[in-house]
T-cell receptor, first 110, second 114 residues
Framework: KNEVEQSPQNLTAQEGEFITINCSYS?????LHWLQQHPGGGIVSLFM???GKKKHGRLIATINIQEKHSSLHITASHPRDSAVYIC????????????FGQGTRLTINP | KAGVTQTPRYLIKTRGQQVTLSCSPI?????VSWYQQTPGQGLQFLFE???????NKGNFPGRFSGRQFSNSRSEMNVSTLELGDSALYLC?????????????FGEGSRLTVL
């Protein structure tokens, strides 16, 4: 079993829909990262969380440390949100030694 | 402020050769970490350097090595290339001196081994 599991692996939705991507992990962490990767490879850090909730524009990320679970929400989704979203955790021992989920491929149709 | 710069962006090598990839972090960032991304294994941590010292290392064979210079620029080297080394190699920098901080990624170096 992977230490970081994401669901769903693929998600297709219509423009304007509310999107939720989930991440569960099994190790003790010092932080959790949500990353976005567009075709071509470049990765952008969306959020770094160690507790609670963060919001940036239409994106919201939450984390429940006790349940070892995080969610990424996108409100009023748009075709430009189409990308792969990756959850990664920083283990307590060696926090830069990120452990990655397998990614969620999101496609938003106009 | 310039972002993280990786060179070269694309390269093709043959089995048995070696390759050196470069990563220039954001000015002022002292931590540089390297990752390998393949279709089969996804993203995997290679190693992390802080102030010219390797702080963490992933589960990769000794053919994979790296170093960091006094200006925080980092290089990684892969010797005796194998077909399975074909991948996108990404580096990231962070300004935090501790163990957590927002990561800023480069565009990656796409290596093809023939």
């Amino acid at each position: 079993k992977n230490e970081v599991e994401q669901s769903p692996q693929n998600l297709t939705a219509q423009e304007g829909e509310f999107i939720t991507i989930n991440c569960s992990y099994s190790v003790g962490i010092s932080a959790l990262h949500w990353l976005q990767q567009h075709p071509g490879g470049g990765i952008v850090s969306l959020f770094m969380l160690s507790s609670g909730k963060k919001k940036h524009g239409r994106l919201i990320a939450t984390i429940n440390i006790q349940e070892k679970h995080s969610s990424l929400h996108i409100t009023a989704s748009h075709p430009r949100d189409s990308a792969v979203y990756i959850c990664a955790v920083s283990p307590i021992q060696g926090a830069q030694k990120l452990v990655f989920g397998q990614g969620t491929r999101l496609t938003i149709n106009p | 402020k310039a972002g993280v710069t990786q060179t070269p962006r694309y390269l093709i090598k043959t089995r048995g050769q070696q390759v050196t990839l470069s990563c220039s972090p954001i000015s002022g960032h002292r931590s540089v970490s390297w990752y390998q991304q393949t279709p089969g294994q996804g993203l995997q941590f290679l190693f992390e350097y802080f102030s010219e010292t390797q702080r963490n290392k992933g589960n990769f064979p000794g053919r994979f090595s790296g170093r960091q210079f006094s200006n925080s620029r980092s290089e990684m080297n892969v010797s005796t290339l194998e077909l399975g080394d074909s991948a996108l190699y990404l580096c990231a920098s962070t300004s935090q001196t501790g163990n957590t901080g927002e990561l800023f990624f480069g565009e990656g170096s796409r290596l093809t081994v023939l």
